[in-house]
């Protein structure tokens, strides 16, 4: 850290309460949102209180240091990106204060899916739903002026507002609302307010004509600040000033909001959605226009190349948007009456695709689950987007463009004209019902030619926007992107948003750069352009000239060492996310990251790791650093779930970044004490199982539990499995399992996994009764290992790497003899599929993955292919079920639980209730243990449910979970299907003395 860097952490860590962060790792994960920008902040503040953020503005004031609010750091135009002090509301201040009849109050850091979960509870919501809001906060929503495909119904952020706490630039905390104009201290007790409120007033009176003439024509508007509609009279014929609707929309600009008391709405009773197909895309434009006269509550468009994506990632829509269709509109109709509802969609449907014969098809969804699904189309096409592979990337910059809705379609033939005129394609998305376009060109912005692209692009383009009345940003903000095109939209008008700008912050220290700027910044500077650089020992990663001579220029930075095979992608990988902060969402129909989830900070987000790598890979960071504690910390937040590869819209695989971070560590560090007793499970049960009796026991009694808390790390409160006295592979080649089979049919090799091998000898048995019961044979082959995942998972990667290799040898042979590998444990599962093929470029390694199942998965291709036996007999049982993470990231579905359903007599109840916390050894850690059980906690209250007799899940690190809070057993669904088989008399005693201890209890 530089001294000046030093100095202001040291100051500010003396001044607050909150956090403060001034060190490279931090400030380069808080450089980039989700624009085309990067700007490293000089250091980063997590405020957790009013008076903290009192002391920052203070303290930023006393040294001339710029401040930047942030919230999630989703804004498209990098409205939160500066120079100065980052001040992050998301972390510690996301309190909802209360709620109160029609309002509620909350701090800034609130996020807007948390406030509708809670308002949902009172039958009420918020208004306005931009399309981020499982992850977008309060304050910004405020700060953005934000709305999304509802505007019709309920407008803007700025309409829902009723009063809000801000902290001026020179520290003055202040109630605003709606204030009188006035002089007299009994109307306004507060002399700042006062003064600041006439000014403003007298600016707004004497510019009033300017103000009118220059208001864009388009229904929405997000550029400059909002003086046309803030100053009228009141009922007593009072001047009156919104000072709160002023101050909405101004992008941090002229106050930080500290708390906000905000109106809702009722959450209407019934809703419903129709999609009409169109043949052309300006058709789809001309029908748009009546949405305001329809009544429609959205009416959204959207285009050709956006429909093909959105079939491939859902069944839903596969099944119901034509291949034909070229633009599509999908219209939400809202009202406390279903008839009321649906009528209002045929009326629709009727106007435009029978009488204007404008849409050739049309589709209804009222069905709960299908309506859910085209909801959610709104807010997932811009994401989609970022699966298109390629160097050239849908690119926000003029991404906000809203013109009159009248003017759309014509406006939609210009915006092509200027796209073919300089060669560029683009996508297009627009709330077309109050004429919001989001369009974004496909640009390799690494490429100089594609960068230049960007400027001439936005200038003709937005000449074409003023033409018809329109502004340049919608709901977005002009951030870095766009604040060089203000003065040219709003001509002298811009010289009065400089007059409030003075009256609010006359020294510039809120947001600088940001909708006022003397010299505002070309578009195409300070881009989140990305070379890899010569840190990568990687001969074929080309480096540019300049990075070259940069590499030069520190021969003190030695060349980073992969431990994974990258087939030199890392760059790419690192730089593939986009910063649209899904990953930070904790919201219960998503899995994204339980780490995020139960810490919600930055550095515990997804996209923190990916920023992290891309800064180490173009050698911003220190390559040395992942050898560091700093690093390893933050690393240490992936437990390796990979939910967020799966969940991410452009698939970035993050897990395997941070494996190859942890390797880095590891590699100059070694392993810490918990990490390597936990990677040396085996040898700990295979030497602990000859005295299985005295270690159940000693691991049972309370000082051993405090002792290995004390020495290694195991978490004391941690319930712990009960070792076999004989492993299965023992007993496999007792029962000649371990030769290879000579029967014809089909055939499997159990890959058995630790688990199974010595702590539920069981589970193997009832995998081999449940195989041969259908006709397969089963072989155990003796020399496998245990799949190393708990080694790779921590980052020994070189160890993992041996044991890949080992176990690749003996399972490619098999695969060669015409077996098909199953695992009862869905993380070797992964780690056969997955992993290997990290770890060995090999042919061997590809074949095994080719061949690896899942165990009931494999069972469930056999009932769909009609080949599983189904002579079940009845059970009376009611099950909860809770779907790993690592057979999630399998992509194979729910099978274990689907085969459960085939038993007559068996009810399954799916727990939803994302990750269990465990995370293979995650949870077993003492630093861990709370965490984890917190992280977990959904799925164990649900286990509480006495209506549920046992748990079943296939992980057996779930499984400890699950068993966690509750005397119910939690039992593999393998298990169950050899009970019901009746091959298992043994489970069916288990089970039977375990009900009769739970009516007991
Ligand atoms: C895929 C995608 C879809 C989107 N869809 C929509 C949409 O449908 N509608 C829409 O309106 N926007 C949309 N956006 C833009 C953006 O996500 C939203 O504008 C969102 O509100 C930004 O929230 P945030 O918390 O991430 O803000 P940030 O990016 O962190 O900050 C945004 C602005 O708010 C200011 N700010 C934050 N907190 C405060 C505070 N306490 N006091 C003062 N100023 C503050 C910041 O300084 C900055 O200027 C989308 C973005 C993406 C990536
Ligand atoms: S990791 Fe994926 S979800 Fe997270 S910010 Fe990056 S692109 Fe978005
Ligand atoms: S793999 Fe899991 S723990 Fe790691 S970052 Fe992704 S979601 Fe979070």
Known sequence: MDPQRERIQADLRGLLSGEVFCDDPFTLMYASDASVYQMRPLGV??????????????YAAEQSIPIHARGAGTGLAGESLGPGLMVDFSRSMRRIVGISGDTVTVQPGVVLGQLNRYLAGFGRQFGPDPATGGVTTMGSVLALDNSGSNWLRHGSARKQVVNMQVVLADSET?????????????????????????????????????????????????????????????????????????????????????????????IPKHRGIALLFFDKLESAAIAATDAQSLGLAACDLIDRRILSLARDIDDHYARAIPRDAEAMLIIEQQGEDERDVIDGLQQAIIRWQRRQRLAFGFHMALAPDELDAFRRLTRRVSPTLYRVQGAERPTPFVEDIAVPP???????????????????????????????????????????????????????????????GGTISGEHGSGLSRTWFLRKQFGPLYDVFREVKRIFDPHNLFNPGKVIADVPQPITKNLRTFQPNGMLADPTVVLSPVLEEAAAATPDIKPLELYLV?????????????????????????????????????????????????????????PALLAKDELKQIADLCVNCHQCRLECPAAVDIPKLMIEAKAQ?????????????????DSVARWSSRFATVSNWLLHTRWTRWLLEKAIGIAQGRKLPRIASSSFLRRAEKRRLTRPTRRTGGKVLYFVDLYANWYDVELAEALVAVMEHNNIAVYVHPQQLPSGMNRLAVGDVERARDIAARNVRVLAEAVRQGYEIVCTEPTAALCLTHEYTDLLDDDDARLVAAHTHEACTYLWQM???????????????????????????????????????????????????GCSGMAGTFGLKRENYRASLRAGWGLIRAMRDPAIQFGTTECSACKIQMEQGTAKPTIHPLKILALAYGVMPEIELLLSSRSEELTVT
């Open 45 to 58: 503040v997590r405020p957790r209180g009013l008076s903290d953020v009192q002391a920052v503005v203070r």
């Open 174 to 266: 202040m109630e605003v609302g709606c204030q009188p104009v006035t002089d007299d201290p009994h109307r306004d007790a507060n002399p700042r307010r006062r003064d600041l409120v006439r000014r403003l007033a007298e600016l707004i009176d004497r510019e009033q004509a300017l103000i009118k003439e220059r208001q864009p024509k388009a229904w929405v508007n997000r550029c400059g600040y909002h003086l046309y509609d803030v100053l009228h009279d009141d009922k007593e014929h009072h001047r009156e000033l919104d000072l709160a609707r002023l101050i909405v929309g101004s992008e941090g600009t002229l106050a930080l909001i500290t708390q906000a008391t905000l109106r809702t709405v009722p």
């Open 406 to 468: 009248q003017a759309l379609p014509d406006f939609l033939v210009r915006l092509q004209n200027v796209l073919k005129a300089h060669q560029v394609t683009a996508s297009f998305f627009a709330h077309a019902g109050h004429g919001q376009l989001h369009v974004r060109p496909f640009l390799n912005l690494a490429d100089p030619n594609d960068a230049r692209k960007m400027q001439s692009l936005a200038d003709e383009l937005y000449e074409e926007v003023f033409k018809v």
């Open 566 to 622: 990258w087939d030199n992608k890392l760059p790419a990988t690192a730089n593939a996310c986009n910063g649209c902060g899904r990953c930070r969402t904790q919201s219960p129909d998503a899995r994204m990251c339980p780490i995020f989830r139960f810490a919600p900070s930055e550095e515990a987000s997804p996209r923190a790791k990916a920023n992290l790598m891309r800064a180490v890979v173009s050698g911003q960071l220190d």
């Open 665 to 681: 560590f590891v590699a100059s560090n070694g392993l810490g004490t918990a990490d390597w007793v936990l990677t040396r499970l």
């Open 863 to 913: 009932h769909e292919a009609g080949k599983l036996e189904l002579n079940f007999q009845p059970l009376n049982l009611t099950l909860g079920y809770h779907l790993p993470c690592h057979l999630r990231a399998l992509e194979v579905g729910s099978p274990g639980e689907n085969l459960l359903r085939l038993i007559r007599g068996v009810n399954v109840r799916r727990i939803e209730r």
